[in-house]
């Protein structure tokens, strides 16, 4: 194994470890963008890699206050628990970089970034999410007031990405053709049931067997969070 590969995992290690598994976490700590660290995670051989050079094994051993030589397997293989890694150990979740509509039909474009993540303590996130990982946790926004009375528009939503396929009724975050919707799903039989909440919007024609490769579930909600702005003073 040439040093270039133990870099690598040593830089894999940081990312599980003391970024709750997420690149956008390494990146912001080492400022740089998520793709060059994407990049720099790639397998050698793979299209685009990047190799960890000796200017930013520095950076990143400064950035998470390791021991000189770390990232090549010199210092050992544990990771200091610093005051500033704790909190990057905290229960972070990110934003899904998408925009879903309780309404018509929302475009993937767009999309406006609210916030970044949002991050709880442990003893928080075990009381709200269970035992779900933060990777497999996303926050999405909405717009569109199809499911007012459940939430309503603007409202952060809390969305269980390791759910892909129909897990039993319950509001899904779903692609269907090219638009992102979010929206009550039932079964019956073999036919979809997509509702609403919101009375005034009647459901949707079941969506046939033969019709459910437009239909790409991508998180179940499990939460929501107002979104509302007050000025005062």
Not at 61 to 69: H, K, S
Not at 147 to 152: A, I, K, L, Y
Not at 202 to 207: Q, V
């Amino acid at each position: 194994m040439d040093k270039y590969e133990i870099r690598r995992l040593s830089l894999l290690k940081i990312k599980n470890e003391l970024c709750n598994g997420v690149g956008a976490n390494l990146a912001r700590r080492i400022s740089r963008e998520p793709s060059y660290v994407s990049r720099m995670l790639y397998p050698e051989g793979k299209k685009a890699k990047k190799r960890i050079a000796d200017d930013m094994v520095e950076i990143i051993e400064n950035a998470f206050d390791l021991p000189r030589g770390w990232l090549d397997g010199y210092a050992g293989n544990d990771l200091p628990i610093t005051m500033e890694n704790k909190r990057m150990k905290g229960f972070q979740i990110d934003v899904l970089d998408i925009e879903v509509s309780a309404g018509p039909g929302s475009l993937n474009n767009d999309f406006i970034e609210v916030l970044r993540s949002v991050e709880y303590s442990n003893h928080d996130a075990l009381r709200l999410f269970g035992h779900r990982e933060p990777s497999q946790l996303r926050i999405i926004n909405i717009k569109g007031d199809s499911m007012s009375g459940t939430f309503e528009s603007g409202d952060l939503l809390f969305i269980d990405i390791s759910i892909r396929n129909y897990d039993g009724d319950g509001i899904y975050a779903f692609l269907y053709d090219d638009t992102a919707h979010v929206k009550r799903i039932q079964m019956m039989k073999d036919k979809l049931l997509v509702t609403s909440d919101n009375p005034n919007y009647g459901p949707w024609e079941p969506i046939t067997k033969d019709e459910m490769n437009r239909v790409i579930i991508f998180g179940k909600v499990i939460g929501s969070m107002p979104q509302t702005f007050r000025k005062h003073g």
